[in-house]
């Protein structure tokens, strides 16, 4: 497995995939789809996506496979969040002087703990946005459809950045599964990432 060190990204993805889409054309990159949403919430620096899938397609390597993409098949779905959340922490805890970005897309809401170590990093001066949409496979065929299913964590759409970093104001109602990330906190649980077990990671 590859390990992500702060030194070399900025930002970092993390997607917990039900399945992986298939390209629809030459021209259909996810990679790219998710740099230019990433780039209207004036993020330019891009390091690294992580797919965590539950299976390999059996389709031709060529018609999944994104260089862009650094994909995770191995383990049941708690397996895979506990894996995910690992990576994530690791990448944020080699943060130095600048707290990176995380993107974490996910078709079902995560469980709550998840949500808390995603605070707490927010609280410390991270940069963290959310992607849900009932449509894997749809939300990535345009930069736009990605935008429109993000939302920070309070739920609330993010400010859309133009050319020269202006922002601008977003009213899109496209995606209003994303109410379903917010989550109460509960005062008696750890909201610190280094004090989370993995096995409270999992999904319901």
């Not at 390209?23 to 230019?36: A, C, D, E, T």
């Not at 946005?129 to 496979?137: H, I, N, P, T, Y």
């Not at 995606?175 to 750890?190: F, Q």
Request: glycine fraction near 4%; proline fraction near 5%; aromatic fraction near 10%.
């Amino acid at each position: 497995m590859r390990f992500l060190f702060r030194e070399e990204y900025d930002t970092a993805v993390f997607w917990l995939a039900e399945e992986i889409p298939t390209s629809s054309g030459p021209n259909h990159s996810i990679s790219r789809n998710i740099k230019l949403a990433l780039e209207k919430l004036g993020i330019l620096n891009l390091g690294v996506i992580r797919v965590y899938a539950p299976e390999q397609p059996s389709s031709i390597e060529a018609e999944w496979s994104d260089p862009g993409i650094y994909y995770y098949f191995e383990g049941d779905k708690n397996t895979r969040v506990d894996t995910m959340f690992f990576c994530l922490m690791t990448f944020a805890s080699c943060s130095r002087n600048t707290p990176a970005n995380l993107m974490v897309i996910s078709k079902t809401p995560l469980k709550d703990e998840c949500l808390r170590v995603l605070r707490a990093l927010e609280a410390r001066g991270f940069k963290v946005f959310l992607v849900q949409s009932d449509d894997e496979a749809e939300v990535f065929r345009s930069a736009d459809s990605i935008f429109d299913c993000t939302r920070s964590l309070d739920g609330s759409i993010p400010v859309v950045f133009d050319s020269v970093s202006i922002p601008m104001d977003l009213d899109n109602d496209s995606c209003n599964s994303s109410t379903s990330w917010e989550t109460d906190t509960d005062p008696g649980i750890s909201s610190d990432p280094e004090n989370v077990g993995s096995s409270s990671l999992t999904s319901k």
